[in-house]
């Protein structure tokens, strides 16, 4: 009796077993949405000592981080579109002045987005520089990302190209007064 209980017990789980088991696939688990941004390395376009002379650490790390804050606010608030990754430019004038820049590779961020973007990143106060200005980047991916930009490692507007002489030339003061006069 003990053998036949135990077999009809064992008969019970595997039926049990088999109807636990869904014969069809499991469907695919749903991709995350990718991240609207992902803040990436920070680059100074100026040799360090020309930093360090114009500018504060404590004055410019909390600059570069509001201005990332704003540059995400923006993209999150602007509809969804194919990922890109590029790096925004941040410039900083002696008296307060700032202007930023986007850069991305292919697919490019839509126009109206990079006017937000730029918008609400100028509108962040700029940290004290002294001597000149300073350049600095921070590469983002957005929406999952996209190609790098093309040209120069880091990168600099397309526009900029026509501001090099001929023989190239170097990112210093001259340059930086060509691409944005006072």
């Given at each position: 009796?003990?053998?036949?209980a135990i077999?009809?017990?064992?008969?019970?789980?595997?039926?049990?077993?088999?109807?636990?088991?869904?014969?069809?696939?499991?469907?695919?688990?749903?991709?995350?949405?990718?991240?609207?941004?992902?803040?990436?390395?920070?680059?100074?376009?100026?040799?360090?000592?020309?930093?360090?002379?114009?500018?504060?650490?404590?004055?410019?790390?909390?600059?570069?981080n509001a201005?990332?804050?704003?540059?995400?606010?923006?993209?999150?608030?602007?509809?969804?579109?194919?990922?890109?990754?590029?790096?925004?430019?941040?410039?900083?004038?002696?008296?307060?002045?700032?202007?930023?820049?986007?850069?991305?590779?292919?697919?490019?961020?839509?126009?109206?987005?990079?006017?937000?973007?730029?918008?609400?990143?100028?509108?962040?106060?700029?940290?004290?520089?002294?001597?000149?200005?300073?350049?600095?980047?921070?590469?983002?991916?957005v929406w999952?990302?996209?190609?790098?930009?093309?040209?120069?490692?880091?990168?600099?507007?397309?526009?900029?190209?026509?501001?090099?002489?001929?023989?190239?030339?170097?990112?210093?003061?001259?340059?930086?007064?060509?691409?944005?006069?006072?």
């Amino acid at each position: 009796m003990k053998k036949a209980a135990i077999a009809s017990i064992m008969a019970g789980l595997a039926v049990m077993g088999l109807a636990a088991c869904n014969r069809e696939p499991a469907p695919a688990p749903a991709e995350a949405p990718a991240e609207a941004w992902v803040g990436k390395d920070v680059v100074l376009y100026l040799p360090d000592p020309v930093m360090k002379a114009r500018v504060e650490v404590s004055a410019l790390s909390p600059y570069v981080n509001a201005a990332t804050i704003a540059a995400e606010g923006a993209v999150r608030a602007a509809p969804v579109q194919p990922g890109a990754s590029g790096m925004l430019l941040l410039m900083v004038k002696p008296g307060g002045r700032s202007k930023a820049w986007v850069v991305t590779g292919e697919p490019a961020l839509k126009p109206d987005t990079v006017a937000a973007v730029v918008k609400a990143v100028e509108a962040v106060p700029a940290p004290a520089v002294r001597e000149g200005p300073i350049l600095v980047g921070v590469g983002f991916d957005v929406w999952g990302g996209g190609a790098p930009p093309a040209g120069a490692s880091p990168p600099i507007p397309r526009d900029w190209y026509a501001h090099f002489s001929k023989d190239g030339g170097r990112l210093d003061d001259a340059f930086m007064a060509r691409v944005w006069p006072d």
